[in-house]
């Protein structure tokens, strides 16, 4: 089966660090991205990670660790604009099909 | 520039209707995918396109007709659809379908059927 958990919601602090956590069970596994997604616009590309490990961009960093089958997406010195939902996605078989956790909504707060 | 370009923004139909949903992307994409989202809820795939042939159809209705005239476009046709299938239909795009592929979305039509 495919199934990937992500927490429903967090709320965060203007300035400050959250981690959202991604844990997947999927019958295959070449890579996972994360999206962000403002209510009623298209899913915007985050990060990918196909080897274990960090990818840092900025203010944004994705870990992964394949054995565990678990990611997370770290924000730092979080903004109002970031307040939007996050999408993790694992790509799962061949012709780059993408399977979408239920998302995030991340509310930052003054 | 990664920008795919969806019309219309928004559409109406009946459900005896007919109408398409349009999709173009000019960043030598050979790879092109129609998703669908219902509110609050993540994308689910519909289609793949790979060098302009359908890859991928996870099942769907056959009142969802997808068609993609050349590497640049990729058309939805819709035909008696119903109420439940009203949702936002996004299109998406990437270079090839291997692995470390980023698809890129459009912004999306929302389609309301009455």
């Known amino acids: 089966g495919q199934n990937i958990d992500q927490p429903t919601e967090m709320t965060a602090t203007e300035g400050a660090i959250v981690q959202i956590n991604c844990t997947y069970q999927?019958?295959?596994?070449?890579?996972l991205f994360w999206y962000q997604q403002h209510a009623g616009e298209a899913p915007t590309f985050l990060s990918y990670n196909v080897l274990d490990g960090l990818e840092e961009k900025g203010r944004f960093s994705s870990f992964l660790s394949r054995s565990k089958g678990y990611s997370y997406l770290l924000l730092k010195e979080l903004q109002m604009k970031d307040s939007a939902s996050y999408l993790c996605a694992v790509r799962s078989g061949g012709y780059n099909k993408l399977i979408f956790g239920a998302g995030t909504r991340l509310a930052v707060h003054p | 520039d990664t920008e795919v370009t969806q019309t219309p923004k928004h559409l109406v139909m009946g459900m005896t209707n007919k109408k398409s949903l349009k999709c173009e992307q000019h960043m030598g994409h050979r790879a092109m995918y129609w998703y669908k989202q219902k509110a609050k809820k993540p994308p689910e795939l519909m289609f793949v396109y790979s060098y302009e042939k359908l890859s991928i159809n996870e099942s769907v209705p056959s009142r969802f007709s997808p068609e993609c005239p050349n590497s640049s476009l990729l058309n939805l046709h819709l035909h008696a659809l119903q109420p439940e299938d009203s949702a936002l239909y996004l299109c998406a795009s990437s270079q090839g379908t291997g692995v470390g592929n980023t698809i890129y979305f459009g912004e999306g039509s929302w389609l309301t059927v009455v």
């Open positions: 999927t019958s295959g596994f070449n890579g």
